[in-house]
């Protein structure tokens, strides 16, 4: 009988050890894998909510990610960074394969989404291709990293287990033995500490923060042996239309001819549902401009400028496809002030959002301090809206439509 046991506790040992292994090849970048939670629904039924995705680039991209080259095709889900912001990770099928002037660009989709996502998306910026998904399994981890998880899941066992080999050890010594080892119970503990301890941090350690979007993100935790700290809740995404960039004081020499007519302001529709601009306009403290009957789908930006056209427009601030552009044909308001103002939208007669900057706190107070001259206001991230001034930033780069 003895036999037997001593059979299946190596049995039960060899079975962890390769679990383990199972998990380092997943999880450890230094095998060319890497493991990500999935932190929302852009991707259901394919992949859901807590679900890990393994991705791997293709052998060539590894290699040497050109852009003139097609490394995935019509149909993959791949993981990319997102132009707008490095720390933000998407997970979308690929829909499309855009060949331009600039190389290879790849269109891509949620599965749970009604329209394609408005950018393209750079082979540089590809993590690789996701080869499976282990649903719910993120759960279990994500817990694991909060303050609660890592005690129960990581360093209570971690005690339990040395507390167990010092008994043992004792025992061992009061019975005049010499020689002895680990124990097998503390050997099958240890075996997926190691994995769960020390793999799966490493393979989170990507940035220590947690990003929110509209599409797939995943949360990555502090490096090990480091508990990860509680989470800064994330600020929240509004459920309407918002002002979501503004450049009021752009460059005076410009394709748009004066610095009036190149003044713009960016509208971005957080929602779940597309809305019609008919009824809506947009202005400053002085005046607005009725928009136009365009329908602004989900996820999508609208830039509203005063009195240049797309293809100037595009010359200086390089538009992405998709976005839609309002030529006003005149100022937008009474023209936007270098030195304060109180941006507004309105649907109707009533007031949907406002941010103010410089001398203005019509809408802030204090108010969003004004850049230099060619940098622009955004909120970030895309759509947060807590109605101070902190909800906007500084881009030294304007970036109208993403």
Not at 197 to 202: C, E, H, K, S
Request: some cysteine; glycine content about 8%.
């Amino acid at each position: 009988m003895g036999r037997v046991f001593k059979g299946i506790n190596i049995t039960v040992s060899i079975v962890l050890v390769v679990a383990a292994a199972a998990v380092a090849y997943v999880a450890l970048p230094f095998f060319g894998n890497q493991a990500l939670i999935v932190r929302s629904g852009s991707m259901q039924p394919a992949i859901d909510i807590g679900s890990i995705v393994v991705v791997r680039p293709n052998i060539e991209h590894f290699i040497s990610p050109l852009a003139d080259t097609v490394q995935y095709k019509t149909g993959d889900i791949i993981a990319f960074r997102s132009e707008k912001n490095s720390k933000t990770i998407v997970t979308h099928r690929v829909t499309s394969i855009e060949p331009g002037e600039k190389g290879v660009f790849y269109k891509t989709k949620g599965d749970a989404n009604e329209e394609p996502d408005n950018w393209s998306v750079n082979p540089k910026n590809i993590l690789g291709k996701v080869y499976f998904a282990l649903p719910q399994a993120g759960k279990l981890l994500a817990f694991a990293k909060s303050k609660v998880g890592f005690s129960l899941l990581i360093i209570f066992p971690a005690v339990l287990v040395i507390l167990m080999e010092i008994f043992s050890i004792i025992k061992h010594i009061r019975n005049g033995k010499k020689n002895f080892g680990f124990s097998s119970a503390g050997l099958k503990l240890v075996i997926p500490l190691l994995a769960v301890g020390l793999a799966i941090p490493i393979t989170f350690a990507l940035q220590q923060d947690t990003e929110t979007s509209t599409d797939n993100i995943f949360q990555a935790a502090a490096e090990f042996p480091t508990p990860t700290p509680t989470p800064t809740p994330t600020p929240p995404i509004t459920d309407h239309l918002v002002i979501n960039e503004v450049m009021f004081d752009p460059p005076n020499t410009n394709a748009c001819e004066s610095e009036n007519n190149a003044e713009w302001v960016e509208i971005y529709n957080p929602t779940g549902s597309s809305v019609n601009l008919d009824t809506w306009s947009a202005g400053d403290t002085n005046s607005t401009d009725d928009l136009p009957n365009v329908s602004l789908p989900a996820g999508g930006f609208a830039i509203v400028a005063s009195d240049c056209s797309e293809s100037n427009f595009d010359s200086i601030w390089n538009l992405p496809n998709g976005t839609i552009y309002i030529d006003l044909a005149g100022t937008l308001g009474n023209g936007l002030n270098n030195g304060g103002e109180h941006i507004r939208l309105f649907n109707g007669a009533t007031l949907i959002d406002g941010m103010s900057y410089g001398s203005s706190i019509a809408a802030f107070s204090p108010s969003v301090t004004a850049p230099v001259s060619g940098h622009s206001l955004e909120r970030d991230p895309d759509g947060i809206d807590t109605n101070t001034a902190a909800d906007f930033v500084d881009r030294t780069t304007p970036q109208p439509g993403l």
